[in-house]
């Protein structure tokens, strides 16, 4: 079994940042592709982008282009999202998906998720 561990969010004004950041754990996993989606109320979840082992970026919502960035560092199993100038439309919880292959096709496994709130 796999557990993915989200941290980072909160409360932030509009024009300000977050980093999000998610570990994976679990002995049937160690060389995944890992990625972000995010769903606001009454919304369906929304794929923000994903990262492949290698480093390799898959891109989602237009919305956040120029303005989020994810990455990865594969020594502690951990994916990030770099938020900047943060909307108030970016508000949702956002969920850390894992893929047992090594490149981008699907998420395996969810996070429970961490909330966002953008304030105006």
């Known amino acids: 079994q796999v557990q993915l561990v989200e941290s980072g969010g909160g409360l932030v004004q509009a024009g300000g940042s977050l980093r999000l950041s998610c570990v994976a754990s679990g002995r049937t996993f160690s060389r995944g592709a890992m990625g972000w989606f995010r769903q606001a109320p009454g919304q369906e979840r929304e794929f923000v982008s994903a990262?492949?082992?290698?480093?390799?970026?898959?891109n989602g919502a237009d919305s956040v282009k120029g303005r989020f960035a994810i990455s990865r560092d594969n020594a502690k199993n951990t994916v990030y999202l770099q938020m900047n100038s943060l909307k108030p439309e970016d508000t949702a919880v956002y969920y850390c998906?894992?893929?047992?292959?090594?490149?981008?096709?699907?998420?395996?496994?969810w996070g429970q998720g961490t909330q966002v709130t953008v304030s105006s």
């Open positions: 990262i492949s082992y290698s480093g390799y970026v898959t």
């Open positions: 998906a894992a893929d047992q292959s090594t490149v981008w096709y699907k998420p395996d496994y």
